[in-house]
Structures are given as C-alpha cells and as structure tokens.
Nanobody, 114 residues
Framework: VQLQAFGGGLVQAGGSLRLSCAVS????????MGWYRQAPGEQRDLIAD???????SYAAFVRGRFTISRDIAKNTVYLQMNSLKPEDTGVYYC?????????WGQGTKVTVSS
C-alpha cells in the first residue's frame, strides 16, 4: 500500500488549499482514512477522518473550516482547507487503517503566513 499526499504550499491567512492523498495498492473502500497535522516541535494530531461507512469527524479547531472527502473512482481522499490560519502551519499526513495496520503517506507541508 502506498499513500502519496500532495497539494501543500504557502498561502496567506484566510486563504484555501486542497490536499490530496492518492492511494495505490489497496482500495479506499472499506477503510478508515484520516488526515493528521504535525506542527514544528509538536506531536501529530488528528485533523479529520472518514470511516468505512463514511462517518466523518473533525478536530474542534478545524470544524467548519476543513472538509474531508473521498473519491472512490480515483482512490483518493481530499482535505479542503478554508479560512486558513497561521496556526494551521505544519506537515499534513494521510493515513489509511486496515484492521490494526496503519499506512502513512510521506506528508505535505502547509505554511500559512500572517
């Protein structure tokens, strides 16, 4: 299983970015997919995830600004990020859980300038 995250970059506060996580080797159907963020010097935190039954949850600090979605035909999971804040800066990782096994992408860096 390989996960490739991309779409990060430099954006001004208030701007938007869409991250993509392309999965190969396994289908995203029937799996829990999640986006995590790791700020410099901080632990990796869950931002949003979508279950195999399409139940979605968000961290409180992104709810209403970020949207996770899944395109089964493209085997890709997205994270639409709006109203970005400087504190959203970090490396964003996607994760695929199959049973008790977690597969991680390589991360994509997001920098939000004030």
């Amino acid at each position: 299983v390989q996960l490739q995250a991309f779409g990060g970059g430099l954006v001004q506060a208030g701007g938007s970015l869409r991250l993509s996580c392309a999965v190969s080797g396994r289908t995203v159907v029937g799996a829990r997919m999640g986006w995590y963020r790791q700020a410099p010097g901080e632990q990796r935190d869950l931002i949003a995830d979508i279950s195999s039954s399409s139940q979605i949850s968000y961290a409180a600090f992104v709810r209403g600004r970020f949207t996770i979605s899944r395109d089964i035909a493209k085997n890709t999971v997205y994270l639409q990020m709006n109203s970005l804040k400087p504190e959203d800066t970090g490396v964003y990782y996607c994760k695929k859980r199959e049973g008790r096994i977690d597969y991680w992408g390589q991360g994509t860096k997001v920098t939000v300038s004030s």
